[in-house]
């Protein structure tokens, strides 16, 4: 069986790490929309129109029998409609992330970082209202996270002030669970640890694995990895040895994308 996976271009690559690591023998088809990254300052509707075009390539190029969508802000707008397009299961990482989040918070308080339109979009706080309504929910948007990570300042000052600059206030209203609500955020999750060693950290690259060992699909293929991004980038670049290994890369037009 195979798997496709797209993001707005690089972040989800943290997604396609855990999942390639712990599903060997699965196909994965990872598509990064690089040409039109980031999709964390647009409309509702440009989002679930580039995410339309995102699945249904994979969808109709490679088969895939499973979609996840990597991208936080993607599955804040377009889960469910996906899921009414597609005859396939389709899985964000909104869910996968509140899940876990509620098994670890003790005090019942916990943080959600991520772009400006997942924390405009209310979707973590909705999920995690509906697993259990007593929590205090702080939201704090993080954009500068972005940019940060694509230029590979993962660890230096730089990244230590505004991970502060960002987190303090949500560390003040004595939070003990931090979701990072964006796929680059793991990325960061170090030098937070670093900062905050007492905060328990949700990273939805991992809390997915888990959300799809417990679906029990039959995810056994050739093993196969292929990476598809829509155009050039040097963020990708920072990250290819990190995150992706030997998968085959390949640029694809975006009018291709489009034109399904
Ligand atoms: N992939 C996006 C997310 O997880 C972050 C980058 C963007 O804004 O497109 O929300």
New binding site residues.
Partial sequence: MSIGIF???I??LTVFKEVAENFPKADIYYLG?TAR??????SKETIIRYSIECATYLYHNFNVDVLII???????YALDTLKKILPIPVIG?VKPGAQVAVRYTKNKKVGVI??V??IRSGSYQQELKQLNPDLEIHQKPC?LF?PLVEEGWIDNEIAKLTVKEYLQELIDKGIDTLIL?????PLLKNTIKELYPHINIVD?SIAIVEYINNLKLDLNGNGKRHILITDESHAFDNFRKLLIGDAKTEKIELSDLCSL
Avoid at 37 to 42: C, D, E, S
Avoid at 181 to 185: D, I, Q, R
Wanted: glycine share 18%; net charge negative.
């Fill in positions: 993001d707005s271009g972040g989800g929309d990254v980031p999709y964390g300052n647009k990597a991208c936080n802000t993607a599955s804040s990482v991520g772009t339109a997942t954009p972005v609500g964006c796929t680059h955020y939805s």
